[in-house]
């Protein structure tokens, strides 16, 4: 008899077997039934809840992964975290880091606070940051959007644009105050053969806390337009040939397609470069010692002034706590403010 001629099974049989399954559907818990290979199978106990996500977390190579991580996480919590908190508890102490320390509260806030020169540092530090902003910022976007679009020497000119990365941050200072020399500097020099200067350039109220945004934007802005090259190798290539099809020119491509795509990059090197410029110190100590008539005097050197100078250590971590406060409020504000725009 073939196989498509073989009996139909009793319709008990059928019965009997679909109850059997809607019995085991109703009721997983049921016992399985035996096997020849031993006895019958049931859930392992180390399947659910805390005890089996441990068991499972420890045969997965967690204890080791805290093991080999335990003494970074430990070295960078006593070089960076450990300081922090001293700094805190040394702002409440009145000490030369000499002598022995004395409890005072608040007194180095009140002190900091009641001190003339903390408003004009404020006020001079506020108008590098938005000068530096200003002038700084949009620089090394430029350049790298235009190195990006050159056709050719794209490495030499990255080469060039990162070249005063490389020197020191105090040769690159004491090479510009050299260029600021109202009697032989360079930029004089340079201006007389137009008929215009000699301009004292850092021995001016007026001039002096521009130079040194002039300096710091040539110092700094190596980095940035590295940064920046590197988030437009990530744009789609494709985006730019579809625009050269439409025939976009140059300043659309980079409105609607260039700058759309480092939004997130821009916004996170603005941040940067804000908390950079509020801590502004090697620039003016070296150029100009927060001269003349206090112009160029900044919230660092006033803190560097209280500590190395006075020998104040207590109101000098007092203004930088407060510095760090304020720094880490207007970062959460930003991050709050601009969440929607990164993405």
């Not at 102490?93 to 009140?110: I, S």
């Not at 938005?130 to 949009?138: D, N, Q, R, S």
């Not at 644009?161 to 690159?172: G, H, K």
């Not at 934007?217 to 494709?238: D, K, Q, R």
């Amino acid at each position: 008899m073939s196989r498509s001629q073989a009996p139909a099974a009793p319709a008990g049989n059928r019965s009997r077997k679909d109850r059997t399954r809607k019995q085991r559907s109703a009721d997983p818990s049921a016992a399985r039934p035996r096997t020849p290979d031993g006895p019958p199978r049931t859930a392992s106990p180390h399947r659910g809840g805390p005890g089996g996500r441990i068991v499972r977390w420890v045969g997965q190579g967690g204890v080791t992964t805290i093991l080999f991580g335990l003494p970074m996480v430990l070295c960078f919590a006593y070089f960076s975290w450990w300081p922090i908190v001293q700094s805190v508890q040394l702002s409440f102490q009145q000490t030369n880091l000499v002598d022995p320390a004395t409890w005072v509260g608040l007194d180095n806030f009140r002190h900091v606070l009641d001190d003339p020169l903390l408003w004009k540092a404020v006020k001079n530090t506020a108008l590098f940051a938005v000068l530096a902003l200003v002038i700084g910022f949009p620089v090394p976007l430029f350049l790298a959007v235009l190195i990006s679009e050159l056709r050719r020497g794209g490495t030499v000119f990255r080469i060039l644009a990162y070249l005063p990365v490389a020197i020191p941050p105090v040769v690159s200072v004491l090479l510009w105050k050299v260029f600021y020399d109202p009697d032989a500097g360079l930029f004089n020099q340079l201006l007389a053969h137009v008929g215009l200067g000699p301009y004292p350039w850092l021995q001016s109220t007026d001039t002096a806390m521009l130079s040194i945004v002039l300096e710091a934007t040539w110092a700094g802005f190596g980095s940035t337009v590295i940064i920046y090259l590197a988030a437009l190798g990530s744009v789609p290539a494709e985006l730019y040939e579809a625009a050269e099809i439409d025939a976009a020119g140059i300043w659309r491509r980079v409105w609607h397609i260039t700058l759309p795509s480092l939004r997130g990059v821009v916004l996170i090197m603005l941040l940067l470069q804000i908390i950079g410029t509020l801590q502004i110190f090697t620039e003016p100590f070296v150029m100009t010692d927060g001269g003349p008539e206090d112009s160029t005097l900044t919230v660092l050197m006033l803190i560097y002034n209280y500590a190395f100078q006075n020998g104040d250590f207590g109101a000098a971590t007092a203004l930088s706590v407060m510095l760090a406060l304020v720094l880490g409020v207007l970062s959460a504000i930003y991050l709050r403010a601009t969440r929607s725009w990164s993405n």
